[in-house]
């Protein structure tokens, strides 16, 4: 049972502009969030992450929001780029111990000129 | 620094036969992974190790074995192959230290097919 879910496999955006991925979690004990993305034919790199004692964290053109009471999260790319283009995974720890994670579907970001 | 590496890139195997997946980290990590990659369904972990010498089940363990060779090595091996098990496979790797630990670092990949 999917416990992060992208419910969007896909989006289109123009470059300059704003892209906003979304995802949604079934398990209000997740405490920590992560957004990893990956490129064809290589593995998924580190993003950004946030802590839910935080509703907003930044890191240049990215910033992810978290809304508890929703239990959604957003990542949003400011200005989108077409090196931007990649599939996005939303990720969360498994509750129970240990670092394992537990990933959504993803969503292909498209960025066209 | 390599990072992870993981072989071979491409493997076809026929449905019955045996094979081992390699990953190595050059890091210094003391966790270590291996995630399946399917179409619609994310990435899914089959099994993970906290450190030399320990291994723990993930959400898709059946069909697979695996060896923690030691620190820098993390094996995954499918003894009889299924139709089902044609994926691609990621290994990754991370600190121990806290939140440090969630940020795990993947190899390339090895994309299999059993026919």
């Known amino acids: 049972d999917q416990q992060v879910k992208q419910n969007s496999p896909s989006l289109s955006v123009q470059e300059g502009r704003i892209s906003i991925l979304n995802c949604d979690y079934t398990n209000s004990m997740f405490d920590y969030f992560l957004w990893y993305k990956k490129y064809p034919a290589e593995g998924p790199t580190f993003l950004i992450s946030?802590?839910?004692?935080?509703d907003k964290n930044e890191d240049g053109r990215f910033t992810v929001f978290l809304n508890k009471s929703a239990k959604h999260l957003s990542l949003h790319i400011v200005p989108s780029q077409p090196g931007d283009s990649a599939v996005y995974f939303c990720?969360?720890?498994?509750?129970?111990?240990?670092?394992?994670?537990?990933f959504g579907t993803g969503t292909q970001l498209k960025v066209e000129l | 620094n390599a990072g992870v590496t993981q072989t071979p890139k491409f493997q076809v195997l026929k449905t019955g036969q045996s094979m081992t997946l390699q990953c190595a980290q050059d890091?210094?990590?003391?966790?270590m992974y291996w995630y399946r990659q399917d179409p619609g369904m994310g990435l899914r972990l089959i099994y993970y190790s906290a450190s030399e010498g320990t291994t723990d089940k993930g959400e898709v363990p059946n069909g697979y074995n695996v060896s923690r060779l030691n620190k820098r090595e993390f094996s995954l091996r499918l003894e009889s192959a299924a139709p089902s098990q044609t994926s691609v496979y990621f290994c990754?790797?991370?600190?121990?230290?806290?939140?440090?630990?969630?940020?795990?670092?993947f190899g390339p990949g090895t994309r299999l097919t059993v026919l």
């Open positions: 890091m210094n990590h003391n966790s």
């Open positions: 990720a969360a720890p498994l509750t129970g111990g240990g670092n394992k994670l537990t």
């Open positions: 990754a790797s991370s600190l121990n230290r806290g939140r440090q630990a969630l940020t795990q670092y």
């Open positions: 946030i802590s839910s004692i935080k």
